[in-house]
């Protein structure tokens, strides 16, 4: 690290030096530096048309990530066990699906529940937003709360869930005149279960969930096939393994199928089309594997806190400015050539041109212009998304109007 930094800037200190630069002040900077950027929102506007445009402003994902880290740490970052470190930490992040603008970003304990950190985001819903999040995040009063606020959510729903239709049943008194009374009825997953075919799709409407809450909402059960199923149960066993738990009957029958709950209209987005819509989540985990691969946030010595601190401020804050150029080239690159850019691809690309960002912004505006341009190119040659026979896109997925060729060979 020395070496480094006397490479890039003459700046000649010893290890030892370094080291103590890593203290309580650094650790202030680093965060203040990147709480500004995220909140200047520095990618500026890159909203992409698509077909549901007219209905969702944006398309917000929340989920965490998290990694180990040496037991020193365990007093300040504790894990969140099931392994034979007991310190870790996680990141959570909320993210602008189709702009890229990071909503949130928090560093916490690794052991701290996803659930009590997406209650804290309640107040940040907003009108005509979709929020699609993990099973982690399920509760159902943060439902509620969305579409008290106008907006669409989108999540799986937990087995133990139960759902109900209401009837009602006439109440006889003898001193004033019959009543009609709710009753709810519960549904049984299961029966839904043997009924489908693998690859169907089944839909329940007007249906409430939650034994206590009885949240009305929208019902889509999604029957796999035998191949997700056998993956899923080999999953579980994994699971069951790693965390010294284990999972019951019910649950393992229920592998089966999938079952998602949301409030948006079916003329919007029929049956047959939430289980990509949700599938659209697993971006997310695209933009975590790119930090772990190309910025190995994850990577972390035996060092002190204050140093690790520093390590991942100064890790998100390159991801930040990564994110927020690869967003805009992505936006231009489909306005101006109508193509689909690869994320994985691009952010590669573009943590290459951090060194002659940082020269260029030492000389004028108009070299930086140049080398974006230049960046621009590349991308534009090198960057665009891979297609798979039979896998969609974010944009196929979305119906946003792009070209792509094929060949012989290859789904280009």
Known sequence: LCSQLETSTGI???????NRRFNSASVAFFRNVFTTLLQ?????????????????????ILDSTTFQVPDRFAATYPGAGGCSHTAGVKIQLEYDLLSGEFSDVKIEPGKRSDQAYGATRMDMTQKNELYIRDLGYFRLQDFKSIQDKEGYYLSRLKLPTKIYRKEFETVVFKTKPAQLRPVYIQIHLEDIMNQ?????????????????????????????????????????AIREKKKGITYTERTKLLQGITVYMTNIPTEWVPKEKIYDLYSLRW??????????????????????????????????????????????MRELL??????????????????????????????NTQELSKILLRLFNLLQRNGRKSHRYE??????????????????????
């Open 12 to 18: 000649l200190l010893s290890p030892e030096g370094l």
């Open 40 to 60: 200047a929102k520095i990618g500026g506007s890159s909203t992409i048309s698509h077909s549901l445009s007219a209905y969702f402003e944006r398309i917000r």
């Open 196 to 236: 489908l075919q693998p690859g169907q799709v089944y839909e329940l409407h007007d249906v409430y969930v939650g034994s206590k809450d009885k949240l009305p909402t929208r019902i889509v059960v999604y029957r796999c096939t035998e191949e997700q199923k056998q993956k899923r149960l080999h999953d579980r």
């Open 283 to 328: 971006q997310i985990e695209l933009l975590f594997k790119i930090w772990k691969s190309w910025f190995r946030i994850h990577r972390c010595k035996s060092i002190k806190q204050e140093r690790l601190e520093c390590h991942l401020y100064g890790q998100l804050i390159s991801i930040l400015l990564c994110s927020s150029t690869m967003f805009k």
């Open 334 to 363: 489909l306005r101006k050539k109508q193509k689909e850019l690869s994320e994985y691809k691009a952010m590669y690309i573009i943590k290459d041109y951090f060194l002659l960002f940082h020269q260029a912004l030492h000389k």
């Open 391 to 412: 896998k969609k896109t974010v944009f196929d997925i979305l119906g946003v109007v792009y070209e792509y060729t094929t060949s012989a060979h290859q789904v280009a």
